[in-house]
Every structure is written in structure tokens, then in C-alpha cells.
């Protein structure tokens, strides 16, 4: 798949580094043959949801976070909105801009209203010190986010919240099997809300899971997943019909039995990646607390332009050149999209967000990818750094208005 290294990139005549394509990511997932027979046996007992499956995972799921409950749902973003609920939040929540934007649709849906505050520069996860001066009398909560992974600063927000008497939920969509302070994450706050969804690194499919030390939380969660009610149809409340079911269940246990080892060989990319990307100029990677680990939902560089000598957009198209996919994580960030424009705050309040939606590329990462490739995409990055100059000629004179060009991104609700 990977093609030998002939000095030029790509993008001004030289062979690509990639025969075909390279994907951002693909799923980790067990043989073909293992989910055939579990499909079978859920297809001859006939119980497709609320069954044994489900059950199971959910257990040993809340084994592997040390958390008293865990409770599956149909995904991530559902978890999120139920969480906040069943909390009975009202008015401001505060959360991050540079995330993914279920994390705010979660408050939309909710009726509330989202307060974005920066990030820190060096973790890319929502600063302490910011949300604390978004606090008014208003606020009901703080959503934060291990953003790739990379657990937040849970001790410092857990007493931000205690001192001022708000729930912090978490949106560990990306952080199955990440530790903090050697911990897993999952407990902390009033809940964590993990994503099983194909992009991150425990699947199941679709789904999600979210943990908590509540039991209040967890038995009014369990009602508001299956509409309302504990199985007696007398609704406590207005659920949705949010359950996962025992295909999906059976493909999470699978994938959990096998995360550890995934995970290693995942970070092993990463270290390769770190420590051949790392040195070049212009190029910063997120900082992980020593003793902290991250399940690096994906592997993210930060661009800088001037050291670099090209802008991040060049470099994803030059590597695009090269048969690499990229990704713009977290472009726009959310407090810049149409949905969320009567949530703005002004102009050049979150500094951090804007540098990092502006600067940070995604590269492609999964626990299976074979070294040669994490090899070819450090090789295409350096020799698109090498012939910088050239590179960036031959982009502006063949797209002279690119940066002009309208974000195309899908209108409100
Ligand atoms: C993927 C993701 C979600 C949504 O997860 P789904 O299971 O797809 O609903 C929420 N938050 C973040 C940060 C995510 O990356």
C-alpha cells in the first residue's frame, strides 16, 4: 500500500506515498466469524433488545470504568441529552467550543442555553479558570470534554462545580480507556458519556454508554431509554425510545474483551508518530498529564505556519496529493456554526479555539495500522516541510481564491 520514498511530494510531481487511499481511520473489530455466531444465537432465542447481551456489556463495562453504573444507550448523542434530562438542568450550561458539536445539541435540545468557553493551549481541553468566570446565577452545569481523549481537568472542575453547586457531566465520547491519574475515566461528575460509534476506539456499532455513581441518575436513565418507564408503562417522564440493542451489545463486548491490546498498539502509533513529527518546526501536539493516558480518538498536529512554512490547509491538500485523508478537528469550532449563532460570543473571546480550529490537522490513526503507514504519512508531512515553498506556490496559483470559499455547513434546525 505504501509506496517508496522519491524525494518530492505528490502535489509537484512525485510518485504519491499512498497507492490508493489512506483513511483517517478504520474500526478495530473482531473476526467475522465470532459476530456471525453470536448474530445467530440472538436471531434463534429471538430477543433483539433488553436482552442478556446488552446486560452483560453494561456490566462489564462498568468493571473495566470502576463505576457503580453504566447504562447502554443507542448512542452517544442521546446519552448526552438524556443526562442533562434527567438532571433537570435549566438556563446556562458551560462547556467548550473546540469539540465535536453533539456535545452542544445535547443542550439545544434541552432548551438550554450553551456558554462557550476557551480551552487551554497546551491540553486543548476546556480551561478551569475560564468556566469559573462564566459562572453567573444562571448556570445549572458544566459540560466539559476529553477532547481526543485526553482526560480534562477533572479534579480542578469537580470542585469548580462543588463550590457552586452545578452538575458536571462529561462528554468522554472519545475516551473509553483513557486514565486519569491512573484511574480509568467514567466517574467523575454526575455522569461521563462514552460514544460506541465506528470512529472511536471501542465500537459497537452504533451506541452509547454512560457511566455514573448515581443510582438516582441510573434508574431515571434506564427509564427515559426505554420511553419513560420502568417496564410498567406508567411514564415518570417523557423518554424516547433510546435502547441498544443486542447486535450492537454483542459486537461492544466483543471489541471490550479486546481493547487493551488495541489500545497498545494504538499508542505505539502514536509514539511513532510523536516522536518523528515532533521535532519538525511548527509542528505541536496535545499535552497529556504525566500519569494521565489518552485513548487518541485520534492522533491531531497543531500547524504553525510561519515555522512550518505552509498553513495547515496546504499541508491537508498536499497530503491529500499523497492519497492521505485528513481531518479539520474542530472546524469550524461550534460557537462558529450557523446553528449556534445566537450562542457567539464576541468576536476574539475564545483565542485558543479559534487558533487550534485554524491550525489543527488530524492525521490518520487506527489500533490495527500496519508501522509502514504511520512511516509513509511521517515521510509525505517532512518532504511536504521540505519543498515548503514550492508547495505553497503551486496551491495559490492553482486555487488563487481558495480562502475566500464559504463554508458550506448545513443551516439550523
Ligand atoms: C462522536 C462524538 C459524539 C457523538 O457520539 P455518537 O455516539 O455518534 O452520538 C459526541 N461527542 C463527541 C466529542 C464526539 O466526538
Same mark, same amino acid.
Given at each position: 500500500m505504501t509506496a517508496p520514498q522519491d524525494g518530492k511530494p505528490a502535489v509537484l510531481g512525485g510518485t504519491p506515498r499512498i497507492t490508493g487511499n489512506l483513511p483517517i481511520t478504520r474500526p478495530t473489530l473482531p473476526g467475522g466469524a465470532e459476530v456471525a455466531s453470536d448474530v445467530a444465537e440472538i436471531i434463534a432465542g429471538g430477543q433483539l433488545t433488553n436482552g442478556e447481551r446488552v446486560a452483560a456489556f453494561e456490566e462489564r463495562a462498568a468493571a473495566y470504568l470502576g463505576v457503580e453504573h453504566a447504562v447502554a444507550v443507542s448512542s452517544c448523542s442521546i446519552g448526552l441529552l438524556l443526562v442533562a434530562r434527567c438532571l433537570g438542568l435549566e438556563g446556562e450550561v458551560i462547556l467548550p467550543s473546540y469539540t465535536f458539536c453533539a456535545t452542544a445539541h445535547a443542550l439545544l435540545w434541552n432548551g438550554l442555553v450553551p456558554v462557550f468557553v476557551d480551552c487551554r493551549a497546551d491540553t486543548w481541553n476546556i480551561d478551569p479558570a475560564r468556566a469559573a468566570a462564566a459562572i453567573t446565577p444562571r448556570t445549572s452545569a458544566i459540560f466539559a470534554v476529553h477532547v481526543f481523549g485526553n482526560p480534562c481537568a477533572l479534579d480542578e472542575l469537580t470542585a469548580l462545580a462543588r463550590r457552586h453547586g452545578l452538575a458536571l457531566v462529561v462528554d468522554a465520547a472519545h475516551a473509553f480507556g483513557s486514565r486519569y491519574a491512573g484511574r480509568p475515566v467514567g466517574g467523575w461528575g454526575a455522569a461521563e458519556v462514552f460514544s460506541l460509534s465506528p470512529t472511536k476506539v471501542l465500537v459497537a456499532g452504533e451506541g452509547g454508554l454512560i457511566g455514573t455513581r448515581d443510582p438516582r441518575l441510573a434508574e431515571r436513565l434506564r427509564m427515559a431509554r426505554n420511553y419513560g418507564h420502568a417496564g410498567d408503562y406508567d411514564c415518570r417522564l417523557c423518554g424516547v425510545n433510546a435502547r441498544m440493542t443486542e447486535m450492537n451489545a454483542a459486537l461492544g463486548l466483543r471489541c471490550l474483551a479486546a481493547l487493551e491490546e488495541n489500545l497498545e498498539r494504538r499508542l505505539h502509533r502514536v509514539w511513532e508518530y510523536v516522536a518523528r =513529527? !515532533? !521535532? =519538525?518546526? !511548527?509542528v505541536s501536539v496535545q499535552r497529556v498529564r504525566p500519569g494521565d493516558r489518552s485513548t487518541y480518538k485520534d492522533f491531531t498536529i497543531r500547524v504553525d505556519e510561519r515555522a512550518f512554512g505552509l498553513d495547515r490547509d496546504d499541508l491537508a491538500q498536499a497530503l491529500a496529493a499523497e492519497g492521505i485523508a485528513t481531518k479539520k478537528y474542530y472546524h469550524p469550532a461550534v460557537h462558529d456554526q450557523q446553528a449556534y449563532r445566537a450562542f457567539r460570543p464576541p468576536a476574539g473571546r475564545l483565542p485558543v479555539t479559534s487558533d487550534l480550529a485554524r491550525r489543527a490537522l488530524s492525521l490518520p490513526l487506527y489500533s490495527h495500522m500496519p508501522p509502514a503507514e504511520v512511516a509513509a504519512v511521517v515521510e509525505a508531512v517532512a518532504a511536504i516541510q521540505r519543498y515548503a515553498g514550492d508547495v505553497a506556490g503551486t496551491l495559490q496559483s492553482a486555487r488563487p481564491n481558495r480562502k475566500g470559499v464559504a463554508l458550506n455547513v448545513p443551516a439550523a434546525m
Open positions: =513529527l !515532533g !521535532g =519538525l518546526p !511548527g
